[in-house]
């Protein structure tokens, strides 16, 4: 087994290394790719990187066997046609350049070890390999996607996020009475491990965001957020700070009060991304608002 080394073109330059990765080695499980990084298998110019590392014009990526050897063995798809139908219909707005989605909530954007199939091998097998996803959300939250068709629209949209150019809003159910707007800022620990939280910690990157409650439910809160960094899972990690976690959350909430009868036979997490606008390449404002799905406002009408 030999290692292989690629170099990194303009085409490829100003991208993360884990959205690269996420491109050239479409079917290989997320979390195997970030483990293959975190153990230094994986190597920029001979030294040890982070996910998030941006790639520069003349980098040497050094490749594990492993690596290579896991992406020679095609992994088939099998996407069922009612899913592609789903997904087009709920595309929210679309040109040359960007896709805008409202995801489902319990979809995957990559296939994996979990997942047969995810919103990327939806839309590849729609469109072509070219489409990309220009951030993530989570499986369980629903909401405003953005996917590029071209890696000029990609890069524009991930350095509009470094940025902070990009506006997202949510909404979300909180456990408990949230009674006053708030901003939270606090530094992310982030978990590369699944299994892990990510934490409050000194030692991770600055979030911040803003919480207005919009409705009083029973012994819940209707609560939009504002985020303005985007680090993972930031509105549960910092709901759960507050004392107020998202109902339904099973990793950050309050598992007790999750299964309580209050909540009856409802296991959807209450996490939807409604809002996204940005710039795009041409000066033109795109912004988009995604629609609460019946199992989104069923939970609201089963707490009022």
Do not use: W
């Not at 350049?97 to 954007?109: E, F, Q, R, T």
């Amino acid at each position: 087994m030999t290692v292989k080394k690629i170099e990194i073109t303009a085409d490829d330059a100003g991208r993360r290394l884990d959205n690269y990765l996420f491109s050239v080695y479409k079917h290989v499980p997320k979390s195997k790719l970030y483990n293959i990084i975190r153990k230094g298998e994986l190597r920029i110019n001979s030294g040890r990187v982070k996910p998030s590392r941006k790639l520069e014009i003349g980098d040497l990526v050094r490749i594990p066997p492993n690596l290579e050897n896991s992406e020679s063995i095609d992994r088939i798809v099998n996407i069922p046609s009612k899913m592609l139908v789903t997904l087009r219909e709920r595309i929210i707005y679309e040109d040359s350049n960007y896709i805008v989605l409202n995801k489902p909530a319990g979809l995957a954007v990559h296939g994996g070890t979990d997942n047969s199939y995810g919103v990327i091998d939806v839309f590849r097998e729609m469109f072509d390999d070219s489409i990309d996803l220009c951030h993530r959300i989570d499986k369980e939250t629903s909401g405003c996607l953005v996917l590029s068709k071209n890696k000029l629209s990609n890069r524009h949209f991930n350095t509009a996020l470094v940025a902070k150019s990009v506006t997202k809003k949510y909404v979300t159910i909180l456990k408990g009475h949230l009674k006053n707007a708030m901003k939270v800022d606090v530094a992310i620990e982030k978990s590369y491990d699944t299994q892990t939280k990510s934490s409050i910690s000194s030692e991770g990157k600055d979030s911040a965001s803003f919480f207005k409650p919009l409705e009083k439910l029973n012994q819940c809160s209707l609560v939009e957020v504002e985020i303005y960094t985007g680090r993972t899972h930031q509105i549960r990690v910092q709901a759960e700070h507050i004392g107020h976690p998202v109902v339904n959350d099973d990793k950050y909430g309050d598992r007790a009060f999750n299964r309580s009868g209050l909540l009856k036979s409802s296991k959807r997490m209450a996490l939807h991304s409604s809002e996204i606008c940005f710039v795009d390449q041409n000066n033109e404002m795109i912004k988009c608002e995604a629609q609460l799905d019946t199992s989104f406002n069923d939970l609201i009408d089963l707490l009022k």
